[in-house]
T-cell receptor, first 111, second 113 residues
Framework: GQNIDQPTEMTATEGAIVQINCTYQTSGFNGLFWYQQHAGEAPTFLSYNVLDGLEEKGRFSSFLSRSKGYSYLLLKELQMKDSASYLCAVREGRGSYIPTFGRGTSLIVHP | GAGVSQSPRYKVAKRGQDVALRCDPISGHVSLFWYQQALGQGPEFLTYFQNEAQLDKSGLPSDRFFAERPEGSVSTLKIQRTQQEDSAVYLC???????????FGSGTRLTVV
C-alpha cells in the first residue's frame, strides 16, 4: 500500500510563488500525478512524473525524487483562480496501475 | 464525447433506497475507475475496469456496492440499501494511456437522508 502525505492547507499572495510538497511510501513506484480540484468540480490533470527531475509546464512545475519518495508542485505568478485543492496521486505498478490519492492541499491565494 | 460524463449530477436518496450512478467515459478509453470522495478528503479508490473486465474491486466498502461495464464503455455503480455514510461525491475517471493522466467526470453528489 501507499502512505501519501501533503500539507492540509497553505496560503499565498497573488503574484508570489508557492511550493506544495508531497511525500509517499510505496513499493513498485510507477508514476506520480498532480491534480487541481476547484470546489465542487472534477479534478483536472496538471502533471505526471515517472523519472527524477523537474517537469515544467507554463506557470506550473513538478519535481520528483524517487529515492527520497518526494515530489513538489511549484506554482509561479499566482493568480486568484489558483485557489483550489491540489491532489498528489501515486501509482504502484501492481499490474492494474491504480493511482492512490493523498488528502489534498487546499491553497488559498489572497490579494 | 469530449469528456467523461456522469449522471445524475446530484442524487438524494432515503436511507435504504437503491441508487444507480452512471459514467460515460471518453470514447475509446480502455481504463475506467470509480472513486469516492468525502468532503475535504482526496478521492478513495473503489474499483477499476479494463474494457468490460473488472480487474480490481478491492476498494468497494461493502457488498452493497456493485459496479459493471458490460460492453466496455458505459459503467454503472450501484449502491443497495443506502446508508448515511454512503453520502459522498462519486467520481468516475477514464484513461487511454498512462502518460496522458486520467480524465475525471464532474461526479455525482449523493446525499442519503
Amino acid at each position: 500500500g501507499q502512505n501519501i502525505d501533503q500539507p492540509t492547507e497553505m496560503t499565498a499572495t497573488e503574484g508570489a510563488i508557492v511550493q506544495i510538497n508531497c511525500t509517499y511510501q510505496t513499493s513498485g513506484f510507477n508514476g506520480l500525478f498532480w491534480y487541481q480540484q476547484h470546489a465542487g468540480e472534477a479534478p483536472t490533470f496538471l502533471s505526471y512524473n515517472v523519472l527524477d527531475g523537474l517537469e515544467e509546464k507554463g506557470r506550473f512545475s513538478s519535481f520528483l525524487s524517487r529515492s527520497k519518495g518526494y515530489s513538489y508542485l511549484l506554482l509561479k505568478e499566482l493568480q486568484m483562480k489558483d485557489s483550489a485543492s491540489y491532489l498528489c496521486a501515486v501509482r504502484e505498478g501492481r499490474g492494474s496501475y491504480i493511482p492512490t490519492f493523498g488528502r489534498g492541499t487546499s491553497l488559498i491565494v489572497h490579494p | 464525447g469530449a469528456g467523461v460524463s456522469q449522471s445524475p449530477r446530484y442524487k438524494v436518496a432515503k436511507r435504504g433506497q437503491d441508487v444507480a450512478l452512471r459514467c460515460d467515459p471518453i470514447s475509446g478509453h480502455v481504463s475506467l475507475f470509480w472513486y469516492q470522495q468525502a468532503l475535504g478528503q482526496g478521492p478513495e479508490f473503489l474499483t477499476y475496469f479494463q474494457n468490460e473486465a473488472q480487474l480490481d474491486k478491492s476498494g468497494l466498502p461493502s457488498d452493497r456496492f456493485f459496479a459493471e461495464r458490460p460492453e466496455g464503455s458505459v459503467s454503472t455503480l450501484k449502491i443497495q440499501r443506502t446508508q448515511q455514510e454512503d453520502s459522498a461525491v462519486y467520481l468516475c475517471a477514464s484513461s487511454l494511456t498512462s502518460r496522458d493522466g486520467y480524465t475525471f467526470g464532474s461526479g455525482t453528489r449523493l446525499t442519503v437522508v
